[in-house]
């Protein structure tokens, strides 16, 4: 029997890759920290009640806590997507997310070499490491010229992932959106605002391209990885392999709130690419197909969000 750890699974995706892999009748265990730094706990604690899932307390930071649960637990793979994740955040806080993506993914290499040596570990990237590398974005062809600090901690993740001699294998997904979503990001944000009537910052003018994946193309992409055996050390995209301008993003978000969004146009953000764009050929040949249009994926997230919010 496989016994499947998520790192960071009262999060967006992490919370959602749990409930499919429970209600797919999988033995499977969360971990995450419930900390403040992007948005409120309250949040994830809603995500953890709302899907019945289990999510011990544990920091990725403290070592000793970390030994205890690879030891107690002995996965056979962990999912790890626990990590500061904000990429226009992070600049300023490069110490706290060095701590955080890099120390803290390093405590769970060095617990997994003590405890579960054979155990796979399937952890997330993210397309901000091919900035600066030529459209559409190929494994492989990455610059290593990430723009901001997030980037680099996942940039450097990607290497102590590959030298740690585990068996591990990385995702690189690119811009997920969808339930129970990030409200420091721009779908939760521009929905947030517009109801409310209040200004949303449109960077670079609002000429920019993003490769929008509903997270239920993600949750596929994963277990594409999970159902298969990938080598260890290969790294793949999760991406849907369609850019949507950021104004037609915007556009459709008026039309599901019915109101005209206040857009407050800026300058490009020196954290930001101006377009993301996957190549997701090689997740393809495990069986990826992702179904989920941008149309699609923003009514779902408008349904939830109305829902969620109704009566809070
Ligand atoms: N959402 C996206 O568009 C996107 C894109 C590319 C990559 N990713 C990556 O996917 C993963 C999941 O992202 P998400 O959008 O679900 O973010 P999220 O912030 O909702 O989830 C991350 C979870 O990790 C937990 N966590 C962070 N530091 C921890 C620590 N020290 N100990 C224990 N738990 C900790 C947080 O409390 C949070 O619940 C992250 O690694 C992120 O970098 C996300």
Same mark, same amino acid.
């Given at each position: 029997m496989r016994k499947y750890l998520v790192t960071g699974a009262a999060g967006f995706i992490g919370s959602q890759l749990c409930n499919r892999l429970k209600r797919e009748g999988h033995w499977v265990i969360g971990m995450d920290n419930?900390? *403040?730094?992007?948005?409120?706990p309250t949040l994830k604690h809603h995500r953890v009640e709302h899907f019945g899932i289990d999510v011990l307390n544990v920091d990725l930071r403290n070592e000793e806590e970390m030994d205890n649960l690879i030891d107690g637990i002995n996965p056979t793979d962990i999912i790890h997507l626990a990590a500061h994740a904000g990429v226009r955040d992070s600049f300023g806080k490069e110490k706290q997310y060095h701590a955080n993506n890099i120390d803290g993914t390093q405590n769970l290499i060095d617990a997994c070499k003590r405890h579960a040596p054979d155990a796979r570990i399937v952890y997330a990237s993210t397309s901000?490491?091919?900035? !600066?590398?030529?459209?559409?974005w190929t494994e !492989?062809?990455?610059?290593?010229?990430?723009?901001?600090p997030y980037g680099w901690t996942k940039w450097a993740n990607e290497c102590q992932m590959q030298g740690s001699g585990l068996h591990t294998v990385g995702l690189r997904f690119f811009t997920v959106y969808g339930?129970?979503?990030?409200? *420091?990001m721009a779908l939760f944000d521009f929905t947030k605002n517009i109801l409310a009537e209040k200004p949303i910052t449109v960077y670079n003018y609002g000429d920019m391209k993003r490769d929008f994946t509903y997270v239920e193309d993600i949750l596929d992409g994963i277990e594409c990885v999970l159902n298969n055996d990938v080598d260890a050390g290969e790294i793949f995209n999760i991406g849907r392999g369609a850019p949507v301008q950021l104004m037609d993003f915007i556009s459709e978000i008026e039309k599901n709130t019915g109101k005209s969004a206040i857009k407050l146009m800026a300058p490009?953000?020196?954290? *930001?690419?101006l377009e993301t764009f996957s190549n997701t050929s090689k997740l393809e040949t495990l069986g990826y197909h992702p179904t989920t249009n941008i149309e699609d994926g923003i009514r779902n997230f408008y349904k939830w969000y109305m829902e969620y919010n109704s009566g809070r």
């Open positions: 419930y900390n *403040d730094h992007l948005y409120s901000c490491v091919f900035a !600066g590398s030529e459209l559409p !492989g062809k990455e610059t290593g010229k990430q723009l901001n339930p129970w979503g990030r409200p *420091d490009q953000h020196p954290a *930001d690419t």
